[in-house]
């Protein structure tokens, strides 16, 4: 079982920054893949960042490239993505979720490849 929790939303200006944080509760090792993905309003659930745990790769879309960041914390069992240069097209609620199967790797960027998910944290960027 992995449990995951979000914080660290809130409201900027464009051109600000957010750090989300999610705190991840598992036995070590556990979890093998572990992602960020956002959701807007009336809108599907997007990629935003992946990384695989065991080899460290990162992944991200295309939209956040070169200004976001994935980033896991093993002392502290925490995942984090630092948000720069924020645009009023990131707003968003946003998820953190994790996979136990190496399986999964093949669909990184698709929310069937996650078994487990946290609650959200609203990010609002304005202008």
């Known amino acids: 079982q992995v449990q995951l929790v979000e914080s660290g939303g809130g409201s900027v200006q464009t051109g600000g920054s957010l750090r989300l944080t999610c705190t991840v509760s598992e036995q070590p090792g556990n979890s093998v893949l572990v992602a960020w993905f956002r959701q807007a309003p009336g809108k599907e659930r997007d990629f935003v960042a992946a990384l695989k745990l065991i080899v460290t790769e990162t992944y991200y879309a295309d939209s956040v490239k070169d200004r976001f960041t994935i980033t896991r914390d093993t002392t502290k069992g925490t995942l984090h993505l630092q948000m720069d240069s924020l645009k009023p097209e990131d707003t968003a609620v946003y998820y953190c979720?994790?996979?136990?199967?190496?399986?999964?790797?093949?669909?990184?960027?698709?929310?069937?490849?996650?078994?487990?998910w946290g609650q959200g944290t609203q990010g609002t960027v304005s202008t």
């Open positions: 979720a994790a996979s136990v199967f190496r399986s999964s790797f093949a669909n990184y960027n698709s929310p069937s490849a996650y078994g487990f």
